[in-house]
Nanobody
Framework: QVQLVESGGDLVQAGGSLRLSCAASGSSFNINVMGWYRQAPGKQRELVAIITRGSTTTYADSVKGRFAISRDNAKNTVVLQMNSLKPEDTAVYYC?????????WGRGTQVTVSS
């Protein structure tokens, strides 16, 4: 049973920074892709950033240049460093990993950016 635990969500002023972390635990496994998605009230869940096991990254256009994703394969963790935060970044942020072809989701962590 794979479990994902997210941390780091908070209330921050516009222009500030936050660091989200996600740790995967459970049986021994190799995680192919790790990433972050977000869902704002009344909107669909959207991709923020993903990173492959080989550290290839993909970012949403809206966060390019402001957010950075990284992972530690030995610890099965993924980190999202968020800088220059904007009110429109306010959302619940979800960690997602893909093991084989199966996706697993965390419960989410709230990020609120005040103007």
């Amino acid at each position: 049973q794979v479990q994902l635990v997210e941390s780091g969500g908070d209330l921050v002023q516009a222009g500030g920074s936050l660091r989200l972390s996600c740790a995967a635990s459970g049986s021994s496994f190799n995680i192919n892709v790790m990433g972050w998605y977000r869902q704002a009230p009344g909107k669909q869940r959207e991709l923020v950033a993903i990173i492959t096991r080989g550290s290839t990254t993909t970012y949403a256009d809206s966060v390019k240049g402001r957010f950075a994703i990284s992972r530690d394969n030995a610890k099965n963790t993924v980190v999202l460093q968020m800088n220059s935060l904007k009110p429109e970044d306010t959302a619940v942020y979800y960690c997602k990993v893909i093991i084989g072809i199966r996706p697993y989701w965390g419960r989410g962590t709230q990020v609120t950016v005040s103007s």
